[in-house]
Nanobody, 122 residues
Framework: QVQLVESGGGSVQAGGSLRLSCAAF????????MGWFRQAPGKEREGVAA???????IYGDYVKGRFTISKDNAKNTLYLQINSLQPEDTAMYYC????????????????WGQGTQVTVSS
């Protein structure tokens, strides 16, 4: 079992930055592959970024270089640096983990955090 706890969300103005964190507790081998998803009200949950055990990363098409995913294995913590925030980035951001799956199919991830809210005002 793995427990994921997100933090770092908040309310910012457009153009600002945030760094989201996701701490993993428990059998951390189960979190070899991790990802960030987001869900805005009335919309489907979508993949933002993912990283595998070798450090390979993938990003959603709309990211456009503004998001950076990273992982500190010593701290069992996943990060998402978000720059140049825009109002359309407003959403609940979720951390997800799986032993082997690497991608943006949310149904493949076994573990999920409770989410951290990001709100961007214009």
């Amino acid at each position: 079992q793995v427990q994921l706890v997100e933090s770092g969300g908040g309310s910012v103005q457009a153009g600002g930055s945030l760094r989201l964190s996701c701490a993993a507790f428990g059998h951390t081998y189960s979190s070899n592959c991790m990802g960030w998803f987001r869900q805005a009200p009335g919309k489907e949950r979508e993949g933002v970024a993912a990283i595998d055990s070798d450090g390979r990363t993938i990003y959603g098409d709309y990211v456009k270089g503004r998001f950076t995913i990273s992982k500190d294995n010593a701290k069992n913590t996943l990060y998402l640096q978000i720059n140049s925030l825009q109002p359309e980035d407003t959403a609940m951001y979720y951390c997800a983990a799986d032993e082997a799956y690497f991608g943006f199919n949310r149904y493949e991830y076994k573990y999920w955090g409770q989410g951290t809210q990001v709100t961007v005002s214009s």
